[in-house]
């Protein structure tokens, strides 16, 4: 029986909250320093950080909202949210406007929304209900395709839009289908595809079919001689699926893929050195980083920053600007920050009494969890630029509204445990 909502600020995970205010204002410092001309004031409204400023403060109204609801609500309309979003993915392909090749948003004057951020909430409430239904058992293979089915369709919708650093998101809910039950050989699985997909861009095809015969072939010998009872059509099988799988690569990575896509691919894993073209960003964003050294330059006091040698600083990039102006000390302390937040996260869902909200958890923690990594990683250059915020500091208001809604959701669910008897 639901008892009201009374004290409900004394139920609150505060911790979650702080580290939350922590990254929304460090992050409008940032956005602040990465745009500011030495002109205006703060409340400029007309500037990026003025515009950052307003959605800061409709995503506390929003969090305040989400607080104060019913928490049956998100349980009870979950279909029908994930449904709506569905059908925005799917209006924005016709209707939407195109931005830097992406048709992924809807635009009214100088104000745009990107249906696909509030789509990775839809979905991580769809799957939590579908997963958490009485009777509902993992192992049944209705279930399993009911699970990859809800975060596909939204996964090709904006795929489909030309995002594809948004449509790869979706792919983080898989550590979400890991805890309810996901075999770990899928995920050795998929770690085996990513490996031999590297090793298809490295190397030559043909060379490594050979070299994947002669392992296979001795590996046979091996374990023929020592266990006797080894089948030799296994080992065909994984020669041939290796074979097939590299072949595949190489003929998506040549026909699939745009030209773009392939140069960043190559710059990344070394194949190609492009300063001044598709690897400008990462050159520049390094340098930024590294000129910050330990204590970094100083508030407002960054030069590659000011004089704007790294694109997108104050969103996909803003970690370079955290980077040169707060040095390594700043940028570690936003790191344990995420890290912390991920852990209390996951923490938090195991200590949940409703499946639902354990599920709807890890889906949170998961998707925070590959926006962090990835953006990081992409502007120090250890991932490919694949163009998703960093979570509550890039600059955007559909990016930090649908964090702030994918958050505070599962923050009113944790509180609601004490209040269900």
Not at 169 to 177: D, N, P, S, T
Not at 190 to 201: D, E, K, N, P, Q
Request: charge should be positive.
């Amino acid at each position: 029986m639901y008892r009201g909502g009374r004290n409900i600020l004394g139920k609150l995970d505060w911790g979650i909250i702080l580290m939350y205010l922590f990254l929304v204002f460090f992050g409008w410092m940032n956005i602040y320093a990465a745009v500011y001309n030495g002109e205006g004031s703060i409340f400029d409204f007309s500037s990026r950080y003025g515009k950052q400023l307003v959605w800061i403060g409709a995503a506390l109204l929003m969090a305040l909202f989400v607080i104060i609801l019913d928490p049956k609500f998100f349980s009870q309309t979950s279909n029908v949210i994930y449904a709506f979003f569905i059908l925005l993915l799917i209006a924005v392909l016709f209707m939407g406007s195109e931005t830097k090749g992406a048709k992924s948003w809807f635009g009214v004057g100088d104000f745009g929304i990107q249906p696909s951020e509030f789509a990775k909430v839809a979905t991580a409430l769809a799957l939590a209900k579908a997963l958490s239904g009485i009777g509902v058992d993992f192992n049944d293979w209705k279930t399993k395709l009911t699970a990859i089915m809800l975060v596909t369709i939204p996964m090709l919708l904006v795929f489909l839009q030309n995002d594809t650093g948004s449509a790869l998101v979706f792919g983080a809910f898989v550590l979400v289908l890991f805890r309810e039950g996901l075999s770990s050989y899928v995920l050795i699985f998929g770690l085996v595809c990513v490996v031999l997909f590297l090793l298809a861009l490295l190397l030559n095809q043909y060379l490594l079919i050979a070299i994947f015969f002669l392992l296979f072939l001795l590996s046979w010998l091996f374990f023929h001689f020592r266990y006797k009872k080894i089948s030799i059509w296994l080992f065909i099988g994984m020669f041939a699926f290796c074979s097939l799988f590299v072949l595949g690569v190489d003929f998506l990575f040549e026909n699939a893929l745009g030209q773009h896509q392939k140069d960043r691919i190559e710059v990344l894993i070394g194949k190609k050195q492009d300063f001044q073209g598709v690897g400008y960003n990462v050159n520049q964003s390094k340098i930024a980083i590294g000129s910050g050294g330990f204590i970094g330059k100083g508030f407002l006091n960054g030069t590659q920053t000011k004089f704007n040698f790294v694109p997108e600083q104050d969103t996909d990039f803003i970690f370079c600007t955290i980077g040169e102006e707060w040095g390594f000390i700043g940028s570690t302390i936003v790191v344990v920050v995420y890290v912390l937040l991920c852990i209390r996260l996951v923490k938090m869902a195991e200590r949940q009494r409703s499946k639902f909200s354990r599920i709807y958890g890890y889906g949170v923690a998961s998707i925070i969890f590959f926006h962090f990594f990835v953006n990081i990683g992409m502007t120090i250059g250890l991932l490919p630029v694949i163009g998703i915020p960093l979570p509550f500091v890039s600059y955007g208001g559909s990016s930090l509204w649908a964090f702030t809604l994918l958050l505070f959701i599962f923050v009113r669910e944790d509180a609601s445990r004490l209040e269900l008897v």
